[in-house]
């Protein structure tokens, strides 16, 4: 018998255990949503209503935690699998398989993700620096404690947009609602779930090492896409505007024969392919990283 | 021994699976205004007048892969008492959308309906 919404909730989550960790998320927000909401409806009907009765008769029409985790599952399953761009259908040739990368979405999306993971990276990065500074400075005075307790309440959101991004371009499942606070805490409570969730700090560490990675991923990205680019252009540049291959510190011009062109041109078309796919590994790598991060349990 | 129970169980459920979404976005195309959960199982309940074919839990999920289609949308906000809610409103394509589905929901009535007769009359 379920006397009061934590248990219902802690209930649905025992139900959801082995589901995906956003799942489970999305599913005790709707459920506390519900409860509360139901709950405070019917206490304002009858004020002097019992409410482990009121919460059995609300569960009664609500499903039980079983049925609605079963409920959850069912879409989930139904659903996300269908949503989520899956990978190019597989072409029977290696050749195509290699070059059907082209066509593939998550390469694009995760290709998008490395280079905005820069901008998001520097603005991560500086409000983490800003936040930490200002609140341990701040901690000399009493209103250094208010500053520090905004700052870690903003990680959360900060960190919820991000998980909506690497849903979107890793093909990640994130959470899609941002984590509650447990209803009717008092602040003092709410302060202590916010300061001994290590969600709080490890989402912390992401923002900085999102910095790292971000410039990582640029620079990288940036050098290969200039090489690919340079290799293919490059009979057009020798021919059209006598740009050499190299020159050495002595000013003497190397330039590549005319029976090199074809493999120069081969050359770069392959290296940004290999990218491609190397792309592609590498955001799936960091959707798990970041889930694992922000969101695993 | 067969297990009626289980049985009509999963049925209902193999059946429920699309009408669900149907029946969600038929309310929310209604609707004058976002509404959340609650409110939208509450208007279920007085508008059917008969046992609810699904829990109410069960409605959340529906609503959020609705969401994700891109039929419907959503956005958090803080009420006076107890968590945020999610109020969700139709978007464009999710009003296309039922209108094509409410012809599809349509033509499998009918075919039902007739073989049932049918089936009734032997």
Known sequence: ?297 | MIDQDALTKKFQKEMNAGIASLVLLSVMEQATEPLYGYQVAKLLEDRSQATPMMKQGALYPVLRSLESSGLLESKVEPSVSGPPRRYYTITKAGRQSFQIWLQAWEQTKSYVDNILKGVSHD
């Not at chain 1, 709950?39 to 482990?52: C, H, I, K, N, R």
């Not at chain 1, 990978?87 to 290696?94: E, F, N």
């Not at chain 1, 890793?170 to 969730?197: C, H, S, Y």
């Not at chain 1, 000013?251 to 940004?272: E, H, K, M, S, T």
């Open chain 1, 1 to 297: 018998m379920t006397k009061t919404v934590e248990e219902y909730l802690q209930a649905l989550k025992a139900e959801l255990r082995g589901s995906d960790s956003a799942t489970v998320q999305d599913a005790l927000a709707d459920a506390e949503e519900h409860l509360r909401t139901a709950l405070a409806s019917m206490q304002e009907g009858q004020p002097d209503l019992d409410q482990a009765q009121a919460l059995a008769q609300i569960i009664t029409q609500y499903g039980t935690p079983e049925e609605t985790a079963a409920a959850y599952v069912e879409v989930e399953r139904r659903t996300f699998s269908g949503l989520t761009p899956a990978s190019v259908k597989k072409t029977g040739s290696w050749l195509g398989r290699f070059f059907a990368i082209y066509a593939d979405p998550r390469a694009w999306g995760a290709l998008f993700y490395m280079l905005i993971a820069f901008v998001t990276g520097v603005v991560y990065f500086s409000w983490a620096v800003i936040g930490l500074s200002l609140s341990v400075s701040l901690a000399l005075f009493i209103f250094g404690l208010p500053v520090m307790l905004l700052f870690l309440l903003s990680i959360r959101g900060v960190i919820w947009l991000e998980g909506r991004l690497v849903e979107a371009l890793l093909g990640i499942r994130m959470p899609r609602r941002p984590l509650f606070m447990p209803q009717n805490a008092k602040l003092l409570e709410r302060i202590k779930v916010l300061v001994t969730d290590k969600h709080t700090w490890l989402s912390l560490v992401y923002m900085l090492l999102q910095f790292v990675l971000g410039m990582a991923y640029l620079a990288v990205l940036v050098m290969v896409f200039s090489f690919s680019i340079s290799f293919i252009a490059l009979p057009v540049l020798q021919e059209m505007f006598d740009i050499p291959l190299f020159q050495n510190v002595n000013g003497i011009n190397y330039y590549l024969p005319q029976w090199g062109y074809p493999l120069a041109v081969l050359g770069g078309i392959l290296l940004w392919t290999v990218t491609m796919h190397l792309v592609k590994w590498i955001g799936s790598l960091h959707g798990r990283y970041a889930k694992f991060l922000l969101v695993t349990e």
